[in-house]
């Protein structure tokens, strides 16, 4: 069945399924490459199950997990089709404020010091039960679990603006692909990438304007800074 991007009701939702496609949060799946010899059943092509979680912090900000659950993908979906709608005029855009729980004033939410986060009104609050799904600070904090276990405090508001930006610009996914990979250690992927789809090791992804040999120098990777320069990546 094909996952749709229409939110449930509050009381037709249920904490095991996505709050948009209503399927379960765990997910049958097989690998297409197959291992014979490997002992993990996923690898050789068994059915296995894994889980796909990102919980939302529904309720006053800074309150913490506690709210809706949905799908990674189903949340991209819904949030990207938002802001084709928005780019259509469909859905202004709306400054993120919340109320601080401390202060009790309004304020604005910033993605850094120097600049004001915005999102599509379907992500200043759930689609299910209408409460704020904000931090403090106006960041869209969820808690993730997948087959890599769970991460907590994770800002799904930079997936969101990395899947817009790559809406919007297409031509750039084999550049983040090669961030990505750069960033993961996988080197010979970032190979692969640079050979199959003639990805220039100085180019940049995303607003920031940064290089993948910028990025590895700041975050203080050395090895992928040495492996970087010896493709011939440049500052």
């Known amino acids: 069945m094909a996952r749709t991007s229409q939110p449930l009701s509050e009381s037709a939702y249920s904490p095991d399924t996505c709050m948009f496609c209503s ?27 894994v889980i ?22 189903c949340l991209i979906d819904h949030a990207t089709a938002q802001a084709r709608a928005r780019a259509h005029g469909a ?6 404020v919340v ?4 202060l009790g004033a309004a304020v604005r939410g910033t993605g850094t010091e120097t600049e004001a986060r915005t999102y599509p009104p379907a992500f200043t609050t759930c689609v299910v039960c209408g409460q704020n799904i904000l931090d403090p600070s106006g960041r869209f904090i969820v808690d993730v679990r997948n087959e890599g276990g769970e991460t907590r405090g994770f800002d799904f508001g930079v997936i969101i603006e990395e899947e817009e930006f790559l809406d919007s ?5 084999h550049s983040r692909a090669f961030h990505d990979l750069v960033a993961e250690g996988d080197y010979v992927g970032a190979i692969d990438v640079i050979a199959e789809h003639d990805v220039d ?29 010896s493709l011939g990546a440049t500052v």
């Not at 796909?52 to 709210?67: A, F, K, N, R, T």
Request: some cysteine; aromatic content about 4%.
């Open 23 to 49: 399927q379960s949060l765990r997910i049958t799946t097989s690998a297409a490459d197959t291992d014979s010899e490997s002992e993990h059943p996923l690898e050789r092509g068994e059915p296995t199950t």
């Open 201 to 229: 090791v100085n180019c940049t992804f995303g607003n920031d304007g940064l290089t993948a040999l910028q990025k590895a120098m700041y975050s203080g990777d050395a090895s992928g800074v040495e492996f970087l320069r």
């Open 99 to 102: 109320a601080d729980p401390v």
């Open 52 to 73: 796909d979680d990102v919980e939302l912090h529904c309720g006053p900000p800074g309150s913490g997990p506690g709210g809706h659950h949905a799908h990674w993908a």
């Open 91 to 96: 859905v202004p855009p709306v400054p993120a």
């Open 169 to 173: 610009h297409p031509s750039q996914v």
